[in-house]
């Protein structure tokens, strides 16, 4: 017998062939296992289009943590939002591509960590918290960490919760709060008072992403159907108002938004308590 040759492909049990061992590169190949026909199949690569969405939306997280450290503000909260127009377009993009992944559901859920839970925590405390010395740094993890605690049990959850809410305030929310009230307030150097403020807040968001408290995904809004006329004129004069005051506007959303779980958690415990079973 001869001595196998190592520019050989080598034929592995699976059927699948591999490079030869002088030509595999350090960085080895993705290889998934995906449901086709009822049959497991293992397929090799990834998809470039949506993962290229959730690459430029990490690129924007990524820029707005450099930004903030930089004394830039307004730009690192805008590439905040930045962040979160491009995470709403990769899933969409890769349902309609017909080209969604395990690997991409992963690689979105390291972007919101990067965007929406690191980088609003790091431009905050750059901005408004550092003057708090430890407490201001802490509040500014106890964000992060939450966001990660948040995104970890949305990953478990996925499939067993009612698509109509989230439990908890959702990352990109969160994000949208600390992102919108350091764009609009950016101009000013926070006192002390109103950097506790900026603390509660922080703290506060923190906390309500972890609760249980049901917030509306407004995944059943059926955006295919006819409306009234006067619908369509609000969505135009919503359009004005953020165009006039967009740091203003994008912060009164965030905060209704934000409070609106707890009112209906509120309003539902006190329904239930004047209403109780028999």
């Not at 750059?126 to 993890?141: R, V, Y």
């Not at 990660?148 to 109509?164: C, E, G, I, S, Y």
């Not at 006039?244 to 006190?270: C, E, H, M, T």
């Amino acid at each position: 017998m001869t001595d196998p040759n190592p520019n050989d492909p080598v034929q592995e049990g699976n059927g699948t062939t591999q490079p030869p061992a002088s030509l595999q590169l350090p960085i080895d190949e993705h290889f998934e296992n995906v449901s086709q026909n009822g049959k497991t199949v293992r397929r090799k690569g990834v998809y470039l289009l949506p993962n290229l969405i959730t690459t430029a939306a990490l690129f924007s997280g990524f820029y707005a943590i450099l930004a903030g450290v930089n004394g830039r503000f307004e730009q690192a909260a805008i590439a905040i939002f930045v962040a979160q127009l491009l995470d709403g377009f990769d899933g969409r993009v890769a349902r309609l591509t017909n080209t969604t992944s395990a690997f991409g559901v992963q690689y979105d859920s390291l972007s919101d960590m990067v965007s929406f839970g690191v980088a609003p925590a790091v431009v905050m405390f750059a901005w408004g918290l550092e003057p708090l010395g430890k407490l201001g740094w802490a509040a500014a993890f106890a964000y992060a960490a939450c966001a990660a605690l948040r995104l970890a049990r949305f990953n478990t959850q996925v499939d067993t919760v009612d698509k109509r809410y989230f439990v908890g305030l959702a990352s990109p929310a969160a994000a949208a709060l600390m992102a919108s009230t350091v764009w609009l307030f950016n101009d000013d150097h926070p006192s002390a008072q109103f950097s506790l403020l900026l603390a509660l807040m922080t703290v506060l968001a923190a906390l309500l992403m972890v609760s249980n408290i049901r917030y509306n995904s407004f995944k059943g809004l059926g955006l295919k159907g006819r409306v009234p006329f006067i619908a369509m004129l609000a969505v135009v004069l919503a359009f004005v108002v953020v165009t006039i005051k967009p740091a203003l506007a994008l912060l009164s959303i965030a905060l209704a938004y934000a409070a609106s779980g707890p009112i209906f958690w509120v309003k539902n415990r006190s329904n239930s308590t004047e209403n109780p079973q028999k």
